[in-house]
């Protein structure tokens, strides 16, 4: 059975910083791309970045690109997403998912982590 | 990136059936046929329900159907239930290699 488990969120400042992890069980973690997408309260969801299976390939929402670092390490079938300089519009609930069995779409997602940033 | 445009709401009565619109550019819905849809209970994760415009993934209920035309995506739900409504997301791939989602449809089953 596919799971995946996000950590690290909390309450952080504005200009701060936060590591969001998400453990991957169930599947061969290397060998597919992996996702974060967020939906701040009452909201919809945004795309916020992918990683390619080897670690090689990101891609960025435009709204964290600069801010945001996407990635992963294989060896302990975790994703992570370093996230500097955050606003107060970056709060959410962030999603991990996986493009397991599925080519473009994000058919596995974690339960999120709520990210507050705020003073 | 703009998101998708959906209707911010449907409705209908048990066993009728509905669609959602979702309509976007030649550079993300109209440019491949990578178009996803998620449903979403409150407080729970998305859920994927329909992958590359029409295709179901195992354990979807076949009352669930997507179809394209143009830069215009439409999931239509069949027989509708009272476990059906809950919010739904369009999404799609984009010549950019990013992702874009929709706004978001509230379904409501009267």
């Known amino acids: 059975e596919v799971l995946l488990v996000e950590s690290g969120g909390g309450l952080a400042q504005p200009g701060g910083s936060l590591r969001l992890s998400c453990a991957a069980s169930g599947f061969t973690f290397s060998s597919y791309a992996m996702g974060w997408v967020r939906q701040a309260p009452g909201k919809g969801l945004e795309w916020v970045s992918i990683i390619s299976n080897s670690g090689s390939s990101t891609y960025y929402a435009d709204s964290v690109k600069g801010r945001f670092t996407i990635s992963r390490d294989n060896s302990r079938n975790t994703l992570y997403l370093q996230m500097n300089s955050l606003r107060a519009e970056d709060t959410a609930v962030y999603y991990c998912?996986?493009?397991?069995?599925?080519?473009?779409?994000?058919?596995?997602w974690g339960q999120g982590t709520l990210v507050t940033v705020s003073s | 990136q703009s998101a998708l445009t959906q209707p911010a709401s449907v409705s209908g009565s048990p066993g009728q059936s509905i669609t959602i619109s979702c309509t976007g550019t030649s550079s993300d819905v109209g440019g491949y046929n990578y178009v996803s849809w998620y449903q979403q209970h409150p407080g729970k994760a998305p859920k994927l329900m329909i992958y590359d415009v029409s295709d179901r993934p195992s354990g979807v209920s076949i009352r669930f159907s997507g179809s394209k035309s143009g830069n215009t995506a439409s999931l239509t739900i069949s027989g509708l239930q009272a476990e059906d409504e809950a919010d739904y997301y369009c999404s799609s791939f984009t010549t950019s290699s990013t992702y874009v989602f929709g706004t978001g449809t509230k379904v409501t089953v009267l």
């Open positions: 998912a996986s493009r397991y069995a599925v080519n473009k779409a994000f058919d596995y």
